[in-house]
């Protein structure tokens, strides 16, 4: 079982070789296991690495299977594991380097892969039956045509034939190779005579070609058939154009003849239409698209991981490593992608359980496992999912809430909704961003659940009259109302829970549509609670079902993730993934009672603060959160703000930059704002880290501009206002406003950053840090987030902290001071995650199964603070943090050292009565009182807000 995790995001960037010199910096930080990012062969250039084209090769960017070796000898060395992060939902298509996508396009449903994919081969448009519809074109396909974009390629070693479209390749069938082939061509008449004997065996080739079984043969002797005579064909005309130059001429000129006739009398159109494919203009994807996707992401296609020949295929390598010991936990990517999660997770353990000979009576996982999964707040992960937990957003947003003062609501709201001019209800923005990407992006999905409704309908005679029209619209409104991601039925049995979400979100579509038909909205109810079956056979009511489940999610991700939280920025630290803006922070007590259900339910889960998903960094959300505790001098900056730099917006009022923008920008601002004064090179970095992440969020937001239909004037409006405002020549009064404002609420966002990084690395479950997060990161969306780290910095910056805490009689106090002081560099963020983990380290049974206890405080500024104890048998550990601190800071000079002389903690009497706090090393004393005993740790919190107190259990 992890202490700790580290997440590496590996790419050419960053290789295993690097990696291998760290990782002695890694176990000097206090960390167990490196938890690597998809590091099997992706497409080339992957900056992240789930664009997986084979499962079964490490990606030769990041490294050789020799690096791979090393980095795993050297992870051995220091008795550190590893954890990698693997993609069972989907594959990169498109391109040329995905053969098992490349045998589909050349062989259709003939090919052995072809139920590898999740493409639906008969779909209601009859010309897309038993064909796959691919949307790569930048244009209309007869547009593409007529301006002859489309090359007719031959592999003269291979004797193969392939269409190109700039990168991407499309193999071409090999049974209509007769039409590139021509043998009854002018040209070859007048080179060869009759009875040639290269014309008679190209003849011979030529027919042999033709008679291959057709692309749709499924029955198994036909495709294998197809599948070993198409090559040995191949290798015959490879072998016939190696010997004769003349047969190389003549392909070549038949290959150049399919560029002369453009449009859709040439020859490329004609031999194009006998495909298994259907070039398309992307924009067509969302109302056509025939095959499932990650998302809206048209080059990545979903897979059949149900299958047992998909899961054996795509499993093996990874399998292999957790046999040979080379890597000990998993991280499994989308896990709302799979058809069937819970029977998936099963499998895998079973799977594993019998590679490593191990005895899964308790149905535990064998291995780490853990799954990405966003659980609502108020939402419970079933705990019939055989795996650890999560990967920990839930957690990242408890302990963001802890930070967020809720009597502030009321007031931002006002703020907000008097800076942008209107009322914004984020409810409402869901639903209607949720409508809109199914209608859509997501448009063809929906389609092909509405017609599979429609087929059971037309079984019963009570049902048979509602129309496909009907039955499109009430899908698409209980999906736009559903408030989770996805339900997970897969038998007869509905959980209570999923129950409970199909009744609400029913209930609430029949709300919204007033005079509709309600008895479709029964109709569906009945099929999702597989309560049709009557009517209708249950398995064909649940391949329904669990087809619905699979199209929820995605739906929510967008609407939710990638669109209403890009729209509702009344506070953006709440606009996180998994996060909901409509739960105004977390009380104390609302963390203590998720920190203890977790120690219950999922006591290794995966705790995170940042990730590579992270729409802004823990560090960033933390300095923003100090918004809610001044919301009325915010109202006041942003007045101000706004006055200073109307004169930045451009005149074009196409290109002005919208008021809910312009609001998103400020906090941005002031999440990021850089801690040291930035040379012009640095300046000019930050700036376009800026307007790469606005036009991302812009886009996302989908209301000014959009990845579909990018507005240029708009994004250039935004560009030039955010260049403006970071020009000293141009907004020297806004720049030095702002500063000021910045300088006053900067300490409190980097102490909250520091005590959500304890919290972190002592709340029930397993810690990861996201590279790089052992110091201040000021990140924002992807691909800000996964910049290189300065490993090298970094591992200079931990020894120097080392040495000077191990000097002979070092004085804490003092270097915490010092620390303090130069708040700045990060230091002090270092010094509080080295020396917790490795405490950690020290008590590992303490973390892994130690109890939670709650802990009362007492004194004038109690309310800023939180506690809570962890114990086992032989330790008891009390951690302290501040909250909600900036009045405190203000009234203080900068140091709230005097508001701390009379706290106390209450606890209880068979707590130890010495203590040590781990960063101060304070050594302090607990007084009875009756029923409890008081510990004041005012003389530790003088010295640093923070405390871990180690006790050892029965010393009193």
Request: net charge negative; glycine share 4%.
């Amino acid at each position: 079982m992890p202490v700790s995790t580290y997440r590496l995001q590996f790419n050419k960037q960053f290789t295993f070789a690097e990696a291998t010199q760290f990782v002695s910096y890694l176990h000097q930080l206090g960390i167990s296991h490196c938890y690597a990012s998809p590091y099997l062969k992706a497409r080339p250039g992957s900056n992240h690495g789930y664009d997986i084209v084979d499962h079964n090769q490490l990606n030769p960017e990041i490294g050789s299977e020799a690096d791979f070796e090393a980095l795993i000898a050297e992870l051995r060395q220091y008795g550190m594991g590893l954890i990698t992060d693997i993609v069972p939902n989907h594959m990169a298509i498109m391109g040329s380097d995905n053969i098992w996508w490349l045998d589909v396009l050349e062989n259709g449903q003939a090919s052995y892969y072809a139920s590898f994919f999740d493409i639906d081969w008969q779909p209601v448009k009859k010309t897309l039956q038993h064909k796959i519809l691919l949307p790569v074109l930048g244009s209309h396909y007869g547009n593409i045509l007529e301006q002859q974009e489309l090359t007719l390629s031959f592999d003269v070693e291979q004797g193969e034939f392939s269409i190109y479209y700039y990168q991407h390749r499309f193999p071409v069938d090999p049974q209509t190779y007769p039409l590139i082939l021509s043998s009854q061509h002018e040209w070859l008449s007048n080179e060869f005579a009759a009875d040639d004997p290269v014309f008679l065996e190209y003849q011979s080739i030529e027919n042999s070609f033709s008679k291959l079984p057709l692309r749709t043969e499924t029955k198994e002797e036909k495709t294998e058939e197809r599948k070993r005579d198409k090559e040995v064909f191949k290798k015959h005309l490879a072998r016939l154009c190696a010997d004769n130059p003349a047969i190389i001429r003549f392909i070549s000129f038949r290959t150049a003849e399919f560029k002369r006739v453009a449009g859709e009398n040439g020859q490329m159109h004609a031999l194009l239409e006998q495909q298994v494919y259907r070039l398309a203009y992307w924009r067509v994807a969302g109302d056509e698209i025939n095959y499932r996707r990650f998302f809206d992401i048209n080059d990545l296609a979903g897979l059949r991981i149900d299958d047992e020949k998909v899961f054996e295929a795509t499993h093996r390598f990874i399998l292999s490593l957790i046999e040979q010991g080379k890597t000990q936990g998993l991280r499994i990517d989308h896990a709302d992608g799979l058809y069937d999660p819970v029977a998936y997770y099963q499998r895998l353990n079973q799977k594993i359980t019998a590679l490593l000979n191990l005895n899964d009576d308790q149905g535990l996982p064998p291995i780490y496992i853990v799954a990405e999964k966003i659980v609502a707040n108020y939402e419970y992960l079933s705990s019939n999912w055989p795996i650890h937990g999560t990967t920990g957003y839930e957690f990242a947003n408890i302990v963001n809430g802890v930070f967020i003062d809720g009597v502030a609501e009321k007031p931002l709201l006002h703020c907000y909704t008097r800076f942008i001019g209107h009322w914004q209800d984020f409810e409402e923005l869901v639903y209607l961003a949720k409508k809109h990407v199914m209608n859509t992006a997501l448009a063809s999905e929906l389609n092909v659940l509405a017609n599979q409704l429609t087929r059971i309908a037309d079984v019963s005679s009570k049902t048979r009259d509602y129309t496909l029209n009907a039955l499109r619209n009430a899908l698409l409104e209980v999906v736009a109302c559903f408030p989770v991601y996805r339900t997970y039925i897969n038998s007869q049995t509905v959980s209570k829970e999923d129950s409970q979400y199909i009744n609400w979100a029913v209930t609430q579509a029949m709300h919204r549509v007033g005079s509709a038909d309600k008895n479709v909205f029964s109709f569906i109810r009945d099929i999702l609670l597989l309560d049709h079956g009557k009517v209708v056979p249950v398995k064909d009511l649940l391949k329904f079902v669990m087809k619905f489940q699979q199209y929820t999610a995605p739906v929510m991700a967008k609407g939710h993730e990638d669109t209403a939280l890009y729209q509702y920025n009344r506070l953006i630290s709440l606009n996180e993934v998994g996060g909901d803006p409509r739960r105004f922070g977390y009380s104390v007590n609302a963390f203590h009672h998720f920190n203890q259900e977790r120690l219950k339910k999922w006591p290794h889960t995966l705790l995170c603060l940042s990730t590579h998903d992270s729409k802004h960094s823990a560090d960033v959300r933390a300095r923003i959160n100090v918004l809610s505790e001044i919301p009325a001098q915010w109202a006041d900056a942003i007045r101000r703000w706004r006055q200073m730099n109307k004169p930045q917006k451009t005149k074009n009022k196409r290109a002005v930059i919208a008021r809910n923008d312009e609001y998103l920008l400020y906090q941005v601002l002031i999440g990021t704002w850089p801690l040291k004064n930035l040379d012009d090179s640095a300046r000019s970095e930050y700036r376009q880290r800026l307007q790469n992440y606005m036009i991302k969020a812009v886009r996302e937001a989908k209301v000014h501009t959009s990845w579909l239909d990018p507005s240029e004037d708009y994004e250039q409006g935004v560009m030039l206002f955010i260049e403006h405002c970071l020009d000293n020549n141009i907004s020297q009064r806004f720049l030095q406003d702002f500063c000021e404002f910045e300088a006053r609420i900067r300490k409190p966002g980097l102490y909250n950053a520091l005590a959500q990084t304890l919290l972190h690395l002592t709340a029930p479950g397993v810690p990861d840090i996201y590279q790089g997060h052992e110091l201040w990161q000021f990140t924002l969306v992807d691909p800000d987030n996964r910049r290189p780290i300065d490993f090298n910095e970094n591992s200079r910056l931990l020894i120097a902290l080392d040495t000077a805490l191990a000097l002979p009689g070092c004085n804490r106090a003092r270097l915490i001071e010092s620390l303090l002081h130069n708040m700045d560099n990060g230091l002090i963020k270092l010094f509080v995650v080295l020396q917790t983990l490795r405490f950690r380290h020290q008590y590992p049974a303490l973390f892994k199964s130690g109890d939670y206890l709650k802990i009362n405080i007492h004194g004038t500024a109690s309310d800023h603070l939180l506690a809570f104890a962890r114990k086992d048998r032989e330790q008891f550990v009390i951690i302290v943090v501040p909250r909600l601190i900036t009045q405190l800071l203000n009234n203080q000079c900068g140091e709230p050292s005097s508001v701390w002389e009379d706290i106390w903690l209450e606890l209880p009497n068979q707590a130890p009565s010495l203590y040590l706090e781990l960063f101060s090393q304070t050594r302090l004393a607990t007084e009875p009182a009756g029923d409890y005993v008081q510990f004041f740790i005012g003389d530790s919190l003088k010295i640093f807000n923070l405390g871990l107190f180690s006790g050892t259990a029965g010393d009193n």
